[in-house]
């Protein structure tokens, strides 16, 4: 077994999905811009302001203002809570129960960059996950599928990458686990079919929480 596991966020602790891709197609439409909810679960893991960004310069071919894109994004946020936001993943909690008895350290790599983000993990997963062992969209300058998000969390563990192991749900997440060195494992809660998650590079893919839960007790 490994002695530190990287969680991905949305797709994998939460099951966020379906209003993420539901909130960024109502907001993105209503700026005119070209961003649906189907390129949503294809490109899940780029940074909300690496989408917008690319769809205003895509649109427009200018560069958006940083108070621009974070206007549209704080939009795109709130239509995700009006939609009723997300619960956690079913079984997830069973995986991280799990490792925590284990002893293992506990990590969120994720491009969200909701500033309350450690307060909802902490209330929907207490005791897992400390603000120290957090990286967010607000810690890296470059976003999934550079490796940075990755990197960041294996120096801050101070572990060998032999020794880290990343869960991830969608294939820019995979490419950055890979591209960092580090055994990527996918777990598909998606819409996407297994080959995409194993054409990104995932070391093995499966297909639930019981799944993951079941491929970590037979280490
Ligand atoms: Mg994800």
Redesign the pocket.
């Known amino acids: 077994m490994k002695k530190a596991y990287f969680f ?5 602790l939460f099951d966020s ?1 379906p209003n993420h891709a539901q909130a960024w197609d109502d907001i993105m439409k209503k700026h005119g811009l070209d961003f649906t909810a189907q390129d949503c679960y294809r490109q ?2 780029r940074t909300g302001q690496d989408v917008i960004h690319h769809a205003i310069w895509q649109k427009e071919h200018r560069e958006a203002s940083e108070e621009e894109i974070w206007a549209i994004y704080r939009e795109k946020s709130n239509r995700f809570l009006e939609l009723g936001g997300a619960g956690p993943m079913r079984g997830v909690k069973d995986v991280l129960d799990y490792l925590m008895a284990q002893g293992k350290q506990l990590y969120v790599v994720t491009g969200s960059g909701q500033q309350t983000l450690f307060d909802e993990l902490n209330k929907t997963f207490p005791n897992a996950f400390a603000r120290e062992r957090m990286v967010t969209a607000l810690d890296v300058t470059k976003g999934k599928p550079d490796p940075e998000p990755y990197l960041r969390a294996w120096k801050k563990s101070g572990l060998e990458k032999s020794e880290c192991c990343v869960i ?3 294939p820019i ?1 995979i490419r950055a686990g890979k591209a960092a060195g580090l055994f990527t494992i996918g777990v598909n809660t998606g819409p996407l079919p297994d080959d995409d998650l194993y054409d990104a590079g995932a070391d093995i893919v499966v297909k639930d929480m019981a799944a993951l839960l079941a491929y970590l007790k037979a280490l």
């Open positions: 991905d966020m949305d797709g994998v999905m899940e893991g991830e749900n969608a997440g």
